[in-house]
C-alpha cells in the first residue's frame, strides 16, 4: 500500500519531466515525493506509463519525436550516460541516417552494464572536456567533433563521415584546426577520412 499521509509533488515532477519529453525516473520521482509504491500505484491506475526499469512518462504529455532516445538515456543514466556517435549526429543535425540503435557512451567503469534493448552501448576512457558536450532535447549529447570522431572511430560509413564533417565546419560548429587536431589524436585512418573535407576549408 502507498503512503497516503505523504503528499507528492506532481507539478514539480511534471516540471522536470516536461524537459524530457514527459519522462522521468523513479530517481527524480522520489526527489519530488513519489515512493515505488505510488509510482506502481499510478502506473496501474494509467497515469503513468512504464517505459523502462526506473524510467516513467506521463500518459498524458504530448507525444516526442525523440522519445526513445530520451527514454533509454534515461534509462542507463542520466547522471553517468551520454548521447554520442550516430545518435548524437541525428540530434545536431549533422546527418539524414537514422541510426540503427540508439548510441550511448559511459564511462569504462561500467562496462559490465547491460542496456535496454535497442541500445549500443559505448565505453570511454577520454574524459569530456569542455566543449564537448552540448544538451538538446534535455539529454547530454556529445558535440560535433567528438560525435563525428567517435562515430569515424566505430566504423561509421566513411561518407557519412565526411559530410558530417563538411557541414560541421560550414556551419561553424567547429574549425578545420579543431578537427585536425583532434582527429590525430585518433591515428591516421580518423585523419585520413576527414583530410579531404577540413583541406581548403577555413583555418580556424
Same mark, same amino acid.
Given at each position: 500500500?502507498?503512503?497516503?499521509?505523504?503528499? /507528492? *509533488?506532481?507539478? !514539480?515532477?511534471?516540471?522536470?519531466?516536461? %524537459?524530457?519529453?514527459?519522462?522521468?525516473?523513479?530517481?527524480?520521482?522520489?526527489?519530488?515525493?513519489?515512493?515505488?509504491? @505510488? &509510482?506502481?500505484?499510478?502506473?496501474?491506475?494509467?497515469? &503513468?506509463?512504464?517505459?523502462?526499469?526506473?524510467?516513467? !512518462?506521463?500518459? *498524458?504529455? =504530448?507525444?516526442?519525436? !525523440?522519445? *526513445?532516445?530520451?527514454?533509454?538515456? @534515461?534509462? +542507463?543514466?542520466?547522471?553517468? #550516460?551520454?548521447?554520442?556517435?550516430?545518435?548524437?549526429?541525428?540530434?545536431?543535425? @549533422?546527418?539524414?541516417?537514422? /541510426?540503427?540503435?540508439?548510441?550511448?557512451?559511459? =564511462?569504462?567503469?561500467?562496462?559490465?552494464?547491460?542496456? /535496454?534493448?535497442?541500445?549500443? &552501448?559505448?565505453?570511454?576512457?577520454?574524459?569530456?572536456? %569542455?566543449?564537448?558536450?552540448? +544538451?538538446?532535447?534535455?539529454?547530454? +549529447?556529445?558535440?560535433?567533433? !567528438?560525435?563525428?570522431? *567517435?562515430?569515424?572511430?566505430?566504423?561509421?560509413?566513411?561518407?557519412?563521415?565526411?559530410?558530417?564533417?563538411?557541414?560541421?565546419?560550414?556551419?561553424?560548429?567547429?574549425? #578545420?584546426?579543431?578537427?585536425?587536431?583532434?582527429?590525430?589524436?585518433?591515428?591516421?585512418?580518423?585523419?585520413? &577520412?576527414?583530410?579531404?573535407?577540413?583541406?581548403?576549408?577555413?583555418?580556424?
Amino acid at each position: 500500500m502507498y503512503d497516503t499521509k505523504r503528499v /507528492p *509533488d506532481r507539478a !514539480r515532477l511534471f516540471r522536470m519531466a516536461s %524537459e524530457q519529453g514527459g519522462h522521468f525516473t523513479a530517481g527524480q520521482a522520489r526527489a519530488c515525493g513519489y515512493s515505488r509504491a @505510488l &509510482l506502481s500505484h499510478h502506473a496501474r491506475g494509467g497515469e &503513468l506509463v512504464r517505459v523502462h526499469r526506473g524510467v516513467y !512518462r506521463f500518459r *498524458d504529455y =504530448p507525444s516526442h519525436p !525523440r522519445a *526513445d532516445v530520451i527514454a533509454a538515456w @534515461l534509462a +542507463v543514466g542520466r547522471e553517468t #550516460s551520454v548521447v554520442s556517435h550516430e545518435s548524437a549526429l541525428d540530434l545536431l543535425d @549533422l546527418s539524414d541516417i537514422v /541510426p540503427g540503435a540508439i548510441h550511448i557512451t559511459v =564511462p569504462r567503469r561500467r562496462r559490465g552494464y547491460r542496456p /535496454p534493448a535497442g541500445v549500443a &552501448l559505448h565505453t570511454t576512457t577520454r574524459p569530456f572536456r %569542455e566543449g564537448d558536450l552540448v +544538451v538538446r532535447e534535455g539529454m547530454r +549529447v556529445t558535440g560535433p567533433v !567528438r560525435s563525428i570522431l *567517435d562515430a569515424a572511430d566505430a566504423g561509421a560509413a566513411p561518407e557519412q563521415i565526411r559530410r558530417a564533417a563538411r557541414e560541421a565546419v560550414e556551419r561553424g560548429m567547429t574549425t #578545420s584546426r579543431e578537427f585536425v587536431d583532434e582527429a590525430r589524436k585518433r591515428g591516421s585512418r580518423v585523419v585520413d &577520412l576527414i583530410a579531404d573535407v577540413v583541406d581548403g576549408t577555413d583555418e580556424g
